[in-house]
């Protein structure tokens, strides 16, 4: 039995894990459940799933939770409690669902505490990815990737020498936008950004996928993941997303990893590395595929991808500031104050205003992230 501390279980990754843990209940089981402040789908989890301690990030929904659940497991609150948490230790693997830089300081708990990590957070490796990755050897801690695309890379490199690497090919989907053209795109409503064609995800990395900054967070993320210079890591884009990434070798060869989009898949062998448990839930029929199509992305167009690459070669804090100026960006699409094609307009403003600290540290990467919400809270209210 394998106990489970799920960060996020409100979103689609973390109801997706608890499908799996549902599926498999002598396999594994719930320790801890953090939220923002879902109460209601988070009260239905806690009667199911019996966890002993759960954080509701939220601080003034907990006297609500504490009247609607009493006793029946302990309440924590805020960052601070998602820190507790993860600092408990009576879990095996933690899994990052949380979106956005609220993962990081949770998720270094639990690399001190020695756990795995099975990460959906991909903001954590976008501004800490060196800190996390020395963490993880220093520590001797098993990273498995939950991304769709970076499970796939990582099952497709299982057994393979890492110099026989030619390059690793991300595939996108696209998102909503792929055939709207550029001059349309400033008209574009909050409801047709949140419209994708394939994924079913929360609002923030919807947005994402649209501007394609999912795809370019994505490739920062392989950078340290994988430990590849950027000029091995290609994007292509792939409307149907069966093809969930692919890696070519030096000889010319290309593996690949195929299914029915299904975020439960990535998941279930995070949790199960490195066996492979049966499971019928998610199944292939290629005879209903009529085609697999490929597409470079037009870089001019989703400006957010081109700016991720160029966030690699300026090294230093960069990332978290790209990393908080794109949440802040989508925070104000949301709300309607921005329109969409502003968004990379805004990502560049911080990049060019706040100070990149040469050196990544825990201090410099969490000042840089509070400089950059400031400065654009300060311009866009």
């Not at 669902?97 to 991909?122: H, S």
């Not at 290609?234 to 149907?240: A, D, S, T």
């Not at 590395?273 to 499971?279: Q, T, V």
Request: aromatic letters at 8%; hydrophobic letters at 40%; charged letters at 25%.
């Amino acid at each position: 039995m394998k106990n489970i501390l799920l960060l996020g279980s409100t979103g689609s990754i973390g109801i997706s894990t608890l499908d799996i843990v549902r599926t498999f209940p002598d396999q594994f089981s719930i320790t801890g459940l953090t939220a923002n402040e879902n109460i209601d789908l988070l009260i239905e989890q806690i009667k199911e799933f019996n966890p002993k301690t759960v954080v509701i990030r939220n601080k003034e929904k907990a006297g609500e939770l504490k009247n609607r659940i009493g006793n029946k497991c302990e309440i924590l609150t805020g960052d601070e409690g998602l820190i507790e948490i993860s600092k408990r230790g009576n879990y095996e693997i933690l899994v990052s669902a949380i979106v956005g830089f609220a993962g990081l300081n949770p998720t270094i708990e639990a690399i001190k505490q020695k756990k795995r990590i099975a990460l959906a957070n991909k903001e954590t490796l976008v501004v800490a990815g060196e800190l996390i990755i020395e963490l993880c050897s220093q520590y001797n801690v098993e990273l498995i990737p939950v991304d769709s695309e970076h499970s796939a890379i990582f099952q497709c490199l299982k057994g393979e020498n890492k110099n026989n690497i030619d390059k690793i090919i991300l595939t996108a989907s696209g998102g909503p936008f792929l055939n709207k053209p550029t001059e349309e795109l400033k008209n574009v409503t909050v409801n047709e950004a949140l419209n994708h064609p394939n994924w079913k995800m929360g609002n923030k990395i919807t947005i994402d996928s649209a501007t394609m900054m999912n795809k370019g967070l994505e490739v920062i993320e392989a950078f340290w993941l994988f430990g590849l210079p950027k000029d091995k890591i290609e994007v292509i884009i792939h409307p149907q997303s069966i093809i969930h990434s692919m890696v070519e070798f030096a000889d010319g060869s290309i593996k690949a990893q195929l299914s029915t989009p299904d975020m439960k898949l990535p998941i279930l062998y995070a949790l199960t590395y490195p066996e492979r448990y049966s499971y019928h839930g998610v199944r292939t029929d290629f005879k209903l595929l009529n085609q697999l199509t490929f597409f470079e992305p037009d870089f001019d167009k989703f400006t957010c991808l081109k700016i991720a690459y160029e966030v690699i070669d300026e090294g230093g804090v960069a990332p978290s500031i790209l990393n908080a100026a794109n949440e802040v960006a989508v925070e104000y699409f949301l709300k309607g104050i921005i329109k969409f094609n502003q968004i990379p307009e805004i990502i560049r403003y911080a990049l060019d205003k706040i100070f990149n600290h040469q050196r990544a540290t825990l201090e410099t990467i969490f000042e840089s992230d509070f400089r950059t919400r400031e400065l654009l809270k300060k311009k866009l209210n």
